[in-house]
């Protein structure tokens, strides 16, 4: 995936076809992530008892003084009433302005000069009010206030701990999901060619795996499922309006066309703002990782000055373009703030003159000023949640660019067994080309007996690794064919042909951990005896010795702490502790100490022992004793034969050798 491609992705906010790609992954937590839900729907049921229970509180209990009493003659054994100066009362909601056709009698609480009395409605009964008489009037609201603070204090306990329990579950459903896909990018990576991993700059992948995947967390956890909780207390909320009261709850709804105007131009001016600014940071990382690579040839040609000039330049366009960002993000929060203090504004005024006017009572206005505020929060955190959706449409996207390709290197659906690999070696009109047409090998052709070590040599760009890596089909050639022991390759199980080819290149690469790891690379097969047994039969154990762990010496990333020379040494025990029947060396003695050449010049005659060998020639001393050497130009063969028949034609092996003996000894009339 280029530059350009990552960044049209940036400016797609939602895309459903990944998001359907996207939920594959989150299928085998469907359980999980249903029990989020139903969990998430009980959650915003208890916050929307919360004004509910005050509203009752207010209107039933501490207001509830304020309602009609009626005197009953005939006290039932299962009614519950208030006794005051002999009268039996029982509260009733609402005023009544005439006397029950009963008979009953009829109260109202009246407050005049600091005193309450009790008259009845036709006013021929006055009773006045002791404090006693007081508490007793109330005594059933504190008992119900008591119940409902206690009913109150279970919601909110029971809201914590389902909230604790959900959000729990949310966060290892989709730490799982992004695991499950961390693991599938990673061994979709491990399946792709080498020719893959040459297109694709290492730091890029490294995004991928690690930013990219943590973007997809953000959004299964805090957008995905979280949605749901919008929707219930959206919905939840107007519906416990409209059964509170009609009216109030339309002019509640009165300001919703301006919030779907101002979050459609949000939507459009964020968008455009979130893709010009990670665009700019891409191509702030591209120029920043460029000049740390390169730091060396800045310094050496004093472009410091012109270097920072153009990062300053880089710099500040992001820096532009973030600002432009902040200031559509800076402004909808604000708007929908004012939109809300002005819904605010216009329930207070009507709910306020009902209040007034007796239509509405005062626990409704106080229930719909907290469900307005309820209403409000989830627009409120849609910035958040539209820049994590952003950002995780454009990760999936470059994610699943890279699931899409798919790998250079096929295997057939039934390989064929190889059994035991004798190691007959044989290149049959082989062309090969990295790209298009530009052929590396040219109609190349030629065979390996088993046992024997054939060599390869030639100029820079010959195609000496090419046939390399050929064999160990990390490419794969576009004619020709390649067997071995009469089978080609291409039939054969990957896995099967690495495990029997081993490989030792110039440069080593070297994995955290200890030095025993990195010679069995966690083979639980390969014991320590084996180790150290390999270790000394390479002259690898002499400096692995004085190593203050030994074998369990801890090892830098890349093996900073080694040598080449010694690296080498490892990199020679690690293919004979894994013993394969074809050995590949590709320049491995090329960049070495004197004295580290000398124990490899020992080591490898005992490496080459028993097994097919190619080897990949810098020093040409290395090779005198090959069965047969081929020498490259171009990509054909030009020569094959020994050490002194190729010397005896005097072709291009014997200049090669000459201008490396000239190197070596400062004279060329030695050669023989």
Known sequence: MDHFQEEQTL???YDGRLMRRLLKYAKP??????????????IAVTDLARPYLVKVAIDDHILGS?????????????????????YSLRREKGVVDEPDQSGRLR??????????????????????????????????????ILRLGVLLLIVVSVGFALNYIQAYLLQFTGQRIVFDIRQAVFKHLESMALSFFDRNPVGRLVTRVTNDTQNLHEMYTAVLVNLFKDIFMILGIIVVMFRLDVRLAWVSMATLPLIVVITAIFRIKARAAYRETRVRLARINATFAENIAGMRLV???????????????????????????????????????????????????????????????????????NYLELFFRPINDLTEKYNIMQASMASAERIFLILDEPPAIKEIDNPKPMGEVKGHIEFRNVWFAYVGED?????????????????????TGAGKSTIMNLLSRFYDIQKGQILIDGQDIKELSLAELRRNVGLVMQDVFMFSGTIGENIRLNNPEIGMERVESVARYVNAHHFIEALPKQYEDPVTERGSTLSSGQRQLIAFARALAYDPAILILDEATASIDTETEALIQDALPKLLTGRTSLVVAHRLSTIQDADTIIVL???????????????????LYYNLFLLQYKDDFGDAEGVS
């Not at 937590?29 to 009980?42: F, G, K, N, R, S």
């Not at 052929?439 to 100029?459: I, K, Q, Y």
């Not at 130009?633 to 072709?651: C, D, F, N, S, Y």
């Open 633 to 651: 130009h171009r990509g054909k063969i030009r020569e094959q034969g020994t050490h002194q028949e190729l010397l005896a034609q005097k072709g």
């Open 299 to 369: 310094q050496i040609f004093r472009q410091e000055r012109r270097k920072f000039k153009e990062f300053d330049d880089v710099n500040r366009s992001h820096y532009r373009a973030s600002m432009q960002e902040l200031k559509v993000f800076a402004i909808f929060r604000p708007s929908i703030e004012l939109v809300y203090s002005l819904a605010v504004a216009i329930l207070i005024w009507v709910g306020g003159g009902q209040l007034l006017r007796g239509i509405v009572d005062f626990g409704v206005l106080y229930a719909f000023v």
């Open 29 to 42: 937590y469907w359980a999980l992530i249903t029990l989020c839900v139903v969990l998430l729907l009980v």
């Open 107 to 144: 109260f109202e609480l009246v407050r005049k000069e600091g005193q309450q009395f009790l008259q009845s409605t036709e006013g021929d009964v006055v009773l006045t009010l002791s404090p006693e008489d007081i508490r007793e009037l109330r005594r059933v609201d504190r008992v119900a």
């Open 66 to 86: 304020d309602m009609s009493y009626v005197h009953i003659a005939e006290v039932m054994d299962d009614e519950e009433l208030i006794t005051i100066q002999g």
């Open 11 to 13: 400016g797609k906010a």
């Open 439 to 459: 052929w590396v090998l040219r109609d190349v052709s030629f065979t390996v007996e088993p046992g024997e070590t054939v060599a390869f040599v030639g100029a």
